[in-house]
Nanobody
Framework: QVQLVESGGGLVQAGGSLRLSCAVS????????MGWFRQAPGKDREFVTH????????SYVDSVKGRFTISRANAKNTVNLQMNSLKPEDTAVYYC?????????????????WGQGTQVTVSS
């Protein structure tokens, strides 16, 4: 069983930065691809970014490219999301996700494991 716990959300002004972290239980963390999704009020959950098992491959939704950076530390069982130049439209609940198959962490995918979510609010 894999459990994911997010932290680092909060309220920030437009143009500011936040760093989200996801702590993952389990000794097989390094075998999982990881990702972040988000859900804004009244909208469907959407893919934000993913990272493969060793950090060598990443992908981002166009709206966050150049502003967000995903990284992982396999020795610490953590994955991070550095969010810079935040915009009000980035306001959402952000979810960490994990799956053995990276394809389930891409657009339209359904990851096997989810965290409980952390709120990010960007004021204008």
């Amino acid at each position: 069983q894999v459990q994911l716990v997010e932290s680092g959300g909060g309220l920030v002004q437009a143009g500011g930065s936040l760093r989200l972290s996801c702590a993952v239980s389990g000794r097989t963390f390094s075998t999982y691809a990881m990702g972040w999704f988000r859900q804004a009020p009244g909208k469907d959950r959407e893919f934000v970014t993913h990272i493969n098992w060793n950090g060598g491959i990443t992908s981002y939704v166009d709206s966050v490219k150049g502003r967000f950076t995903i990284s992982r530390a396999n020795a610490k069982n953590t994955v991070n999301l550095q969010m810079n130049s935040l915009k009000p439209e980035d306001t959402a609940v952000y979810y960490c996700a994990a799956d053995l198959d990276y394809r389930n962490l891409l657009v339209g995918g359904t990851p096997a494991y989810w965290g409980q979510g952390t709120q990010v609010t960007v004021s204008s």
